[in-house]
Each structure stands twice: as structure tokens, then as C-alpha cells.
């Protein structure tokens, strides 16, 4: 079955690591999103791109960056890791801008800890 | 400013009876809304849509009602069951093609 996965799962870093969370899908989808959520928030978008090469700032982009060199995967990347990041990270894909809202599909999360 | 607004943080209902979810957005260019249902450690699954077309929509146990003059949707779970119980986010579809969510309610299905 095709799928969307995350990883790690679970990490814990020190503040002003580099710190990249893997996303990767199998439906062969164009659309990839990143968000995070916290408490009293929802979920926020990060990054999103739209196809390969395509990148987009999110409404809390402010310390990640993502890279999209094929269609299957968007490495989400803290460059100097901070403890306001400490976060639930939940990477997402879509087949198409028409169809987002029946086609978007969620991976399982990346807990991640910035002591 | 919350373009996506869950007024009600939880929310706590009866096995069998009525569950309703509420949601207002301010943004009047919006035209689709979701429904998602989360669970502990799991990720957003998608539930029910709406297009500004429509002013309802079902599916199963579930109906989303969409009140354009309002900028108001909510989401009725009848019966509501124990296995219901989770976070529901509401969401807009940006013009950007990405998804604004609310904050998120947690309902609670007592049996």
C-alpha cells in the first residue's frame, strides 16, 4: 500500500544542532506540506512545495528550511535547533491543488525535543 | 489573527446522543473546509469536506453544515460513540492550496 513515513519518530537534541526530519511518500503525489503542532495552536504550516525544485515558506518558517530534489521526498531541516521548536512534527502530501482537501494525507509524526 | 477559529477547546457527550463541532473562520474568500480527526501519537486523518457550494454534506454518522453569511461550520456526530473520542480540526483550504487549521477540540464520548 502506498504510504507516507516519517523519521525519526522520536529524537532528542541539544540546542544548536543541525537536525533533519525525513518524509517520504509513495503515492507519487506533487503536493508536500510540513506542519507542526503545540498546544494552543493546532497545526501550523512550516514549508510546503508544490514539485520538484518548488519550495514555499509557511506561516512559521522562521528557523527551517526544505529541500525537494524528487517527487517522493521533503527533508525537513532545523539549522540551528532551538527549544521553542521542541514540537510535534507532521509532514503531509496531496495529489493535486483541485482535489487537496479528499487527498491529503498525513504521516505519523516526529516528536522532537530540543533540550 | 486566527483566520480558523475552535471556540470550544472540549468538548464532553453521551454514548448515542448528539455531538456537535463547532468552527468559524473569518476569511470570506475561503470556499472548502475539512473536518479531521486525530488520535494520540497518530497523525490527522481526513473525515468530511464541504465545498462553499453546498451548505451540507454527509457521510455516514457524520454531516458538515456550512453557513456562508455566518463564516460558520460544524460538524454533527450521530450517534457519537466511545471510538469517536479524539482531537477534530477544523480546516480552510488557503489560497495557497495549503490548509489552515483551528486550534483543535477534544471531544470525549462517555459510554
Known amino acids: 500500500d502506498a504510504e507516507i513515513t516519517q523519521s525519526p519518530r522520536h529524537k532528542i537534541t541539544e540546542t544548536g544542532r543541525q537536525v533533519t526530519l525525513a518524509c517520504h511518500q509513495t503515492w507519487n503525489h506533487n503536493n508536500m506540506f510540513w506542519y507542526r503542532q503545540d498546544l494552543g495552536h493546532g497545526l501550523r504550516l512550516i514549508h510546503y512545495s508544490y514539485g520538484v525544485q518548488d519550495t514555499n515558506k509557511g506561516e512559521v518558517s522562521d528557523g527551517y528550511s526544505v529541500s525537494r530534489s524528487n517527487t517522493e521526498d521533503l527533508p525537513l531541516t532545523l539549522e540551528s535547533a532551538a527549544s521553542s521548536q521542541t514540537s510535534v512534527y507532521f509532514c503531509a502530501s496531496s495529489d493535486s491543488r483541485d482535489n487537496l482537501g479528499n487527498t491529503i494525507y498525513f504521516g505519523e509524526g516526529s516528536w522532537l525535543t530540543v533540550v | 489573527d486566527q483566520q480558523v477559529k475552535q471556540n470550544s477547546p472540549s468538548l464532553s457527550v453521551q454514548e448515542g446522543r448528539i455531538s456537535i463541532l463547532n468552527c468559524d473562520y473569518t476569511n470570506s474568500m475561503f470556499d472548502y473546509f475539512l473536518w479531521y480527526k486525530k488520535y494520540p501519537a497518530e497523525g490527522p486523518t481526513f473525515l468530511i469536506s464541504?465545498?462553499?457550494?453546498?451548505d451540507k454534506n454527509e457521510d455516514g454518522r457524520f454531516t458538515v453544515f456550512l453557513n456562508k453569511s455566518a463564516k460558520h461550520l460544524s460538524l454533527h456526530i450521530v450517534p457519537s460513540q466511545p471510538g469517536d473520542s479524539a482531537v477534530y480540526f477544523c480546516a480552510a483550504e488557503g489560497s495557497q492550496g495549503n490548509l489552515i487549521f483551528g486550534k483543535g477540540t477534544k471531544l470525549s464520548v462517555k459510554p
Open positions: 464541504i465545498s462553499s457550494i453546498k
